[in-house]
């Protein structure tokens, strides 16, 4: 299993590809590589990227939407979540852990 933390800094919806694209994506992931996502974490999502949230929530499974974990900002308890989710050493500096390799 792998686990993305995934930083949704300056995420507009103009750099999307069109929804059926998007929609195939997801479909292909799930239906071909289900159980191989341990968790998905999404740090600094914007307006858009909420929206865009929204929108594949209603296409994707529920055992993936189970997987999604939206950090709050690091002065708001957004790193004692990562850490329950994973090891410090995984967590990128930038986000208060010790990996310094991004």
Avoid: Y
Avoid at 28 to 52: A, K
């Amino acid at each position: 299993k792998f686990n993305i933390i995934l930083d949704c800094n300056g995420f507009s919806l103009s750099i999307l590809p069109g929804f059926s694209e998007i929609k195939r994506l997801f479909t292909m992931m799930q239906d071909h590589f289900p159980d191989r996502l341990g968790v998905l974490m999404i740090v600094n999502l914007s307006g858009p990227g909420q929206l865009f949230l929204k929108m594949i929530k209603g296409i994707i499974s529920e055992a993936v939407k189970k997987k999604i974990h939206i950090v709050p900002p690091t002065g708001k308890g957004g790193m004692k979540m990562l850490k329950v989710l994973v090891e410090e050493k995984f967590i990128p500096t930038w986000l208060g852990g010790t990996d310094d390799l991004f």
